[in-house]
């Protein structure tokens, strides 16, 4: 779906796309045998082996659309701004999961079984605007502000399978790991000309990024039982924060026998602090950059 729409000083657009998939059905099977080697005796041990089979069945849902905006303030002044949504959703079922491991040091094989259920829902939402002045050829202003946010939940339910016939739920496992990504950007340029052959431009930008990421393991007993905290399989979580300060200064100048000159300087800084949940804060030490450029790259013959 695409779509324009101007009046006047104003314009719209529209875009986007999607694609679902229902109750798609399939089957799996792993097999593997996984040997280790003595170095002493230059031999492999006896090997394991694990096989592993299952019914499928998959439900999906993707989207991209995105509504954009301008508008015309005056002849050498606009505005402009768009906002995107896009999902990537996953649900995912695994019926009969049978896990059969045939160990050299037992003498039956392990056999589990259980369905599991797992969720991956992902949507992200971007936005932007931007301002632009240009008062005279090469004399302009502009600003720019982006914001962007994607929120997931990746989980899982799992139902332990036994009794005789391997069907009877014996208890339940649950993983929840919600989790965020957003970054925040601000930045603002300058040029304008210094006689006729020389150009100055500086501006400056900040990045402000937030992750947090958290999962918890439980597990109840029979079919009905409520779930509490697994205390065998400790939970976590992660709180990233990143900031970064640049700003940066350029001059050309061109000659009369038209050659261009153009050197500048670029400086970067970056804040970073780490915490996770169960262990103590992790800080890590902020960065500084200085650039100061000149390359041959730079003297073009016009």
């Known amino acids: 779906m695409n779509g324009n729409y101007r009046t006047g000083k104003m314009g719209f657009s529209l875009g986007g796309f999607g694609r679902a998939e229902y109750n798609v059905k399939g089957a799996f099977l792993n097999d593997q045998t996984t040997r280790s080697y003595d170095l002493a ?32 303030i005056d ?18 079922t ?32 971007d936005a932007n605007v931007t301002y632009t002045k240009i008062y005279k050829p090469q004399q302009e202003f502009s600003v720019l502000a982006l914001y962007s946010r994607n929120n997931r939940t990746n989980s899982f339910v799992a139902d332990i399978l036994g009794g005789t016939d391997f069907q009877t739920i014996t208890s339940r496992q ?21 006689k006729k052959n020389q150009l100055l431009e500086f501006g400056g930008k900040g990045i402000f990024r ?69 262990e103590s804060a992790g800080v890590i030490q902020p960065s500084r950059t200085m650039e100061i450029w000149c390359p041959a790259s730079t003297f073009l013959k016009a």
């Open 41 to 72: 005796t230059n031999t492999y041990s006896a090997s394991t082996r694990t096989l592993q089979t299952a019914n499928t069945l998959n439900q999906r849902i993707f989207g991209n659309y995105q509504l954009g905006w301008d508008y015309d």
């Open 75 to 92: 002849k050498r002044t606009s505005l402009t701004a768009s906002l995107r949504y896009g999902a990537r959703n996953g649900l995912s």
């Open 94 to 125: 695994q019926n009969n999961l049978l896990t059969t491991i045939t160990s050299p040091n037992s003498y039956f094989p392990i056999v589990s079984n259980r369905n599991v259920d797992t969720k991956d829902l992902s949507g992200t939402v």
């Open 174 to 194: 649950k993983n929840d790991n919600p989790s965020y990504n957003q970054e925040s950007t601000l930045q603002v340029d300058y040029q304008t000309p210094i």
């Open 210 to 278: 937030q992750v947090n990421s958290q999962y918890q393991y439980y597990v109840a007993n029979g079919s009905d039982a409520p779930y509490i905290v697994d205390n065998t399989r400790t939970g976590n979580g992660l709180d990233y924060n990143q900031n970064i300060a640049a700003t940066y200064l350029s001059y050309t100048l061109t000659t009369k026998s038209k050659y261009t000159l153009k050197a500048g300087a670029r400086y970067e800084y970056t804040f970073i602090n780490a915490t996770f949940s169960n």
